[in-house]
């Protein structure tokens, strides 16, 4: 049983900064693409950041040199340091996992972002 728990959300001033967790079980993400989206209330959900199984990294442009993700393969476990914060980052944060970003089959919950 695949399971990704999302953490370290919350509220924060703008310019501000978080670091958001997703903690794996039942998969080994180092064989893994790992990814992050946001969606924003009345909006559609967006692509955020991506690190693929090799270590590679991918960003939308709204974030790029604001946001870094990360995984740590021994604790199983991805990352998105986000800094310079804007209210335009505020959404509900989740992270997915697949054998690429084109097939990503399990989804955490999401941890709210709030910048404000």
Same mark, same amino acid.
């Given at each position: 049983?695949?399971?990704?728990?999302?953490?370290?959300?919350?509220?924060? +001033?703008?310019? !501000?900064?978080? @670091?958001?967790?997703? %903690? #794996?079980?039942?998969? $080994?993400?180092?064989?893994?693409?790992?990814?992050?989206?946001? +969606?924003?209330? !009345?909006?559609? @959900?967006?692509?955020? %950041? #991506?690190?693929?199984? $090799?270590?590679?990294?991918?960003?939308?442009?709204?974030?790029?040199?604001?946001?870094?993700?990360?995984?740590?393969?021994?604790?199983?476990?991805?990352?998105?340091?986000?800094?310079?914060?804007?209210?335009?980052?505020?959404?509900?944060?989740?992270?997915?996992?697949?054998?690429?970003?084109?097939?990503?089959?399990?989804?955490?919950?999401?941890?709210?972002?709030?910048?404000?």
């Amino acid at each position: 049983h695949v399971q990704l728990v999302e953490s370290g959300g919350g509220l924060v +001033q703008p310019g !501000g900064s978080l @670091r958001l967790s997703c %903690a #794996a079980s039942g998969i $080994d993400i180092s064989a893994y693409c790992m990814t992050w989206f946001r +969606q924003a209330p !009345g909006k559609e @959900r967006e692509g955020v %950041a #991506a690190i693929e199984a $090799d270590g590679i990294t991918r960003y939308d442009a709204s974030v790029e040199g604001r946001f870094t993700i990360s995984k740590d393969n021994a604790k199983n476990t991805a990352y998105l340091r986000m800094n310079s914060l804007k209210s335009e980052d505020t959404a509900l944060y989740f992270c997915a996992t697949g054998s690429s970003v084109a097939e990503l089959n399990y989804w955490g919950q999401g941890t709210q972002v709030t910048v404000s």
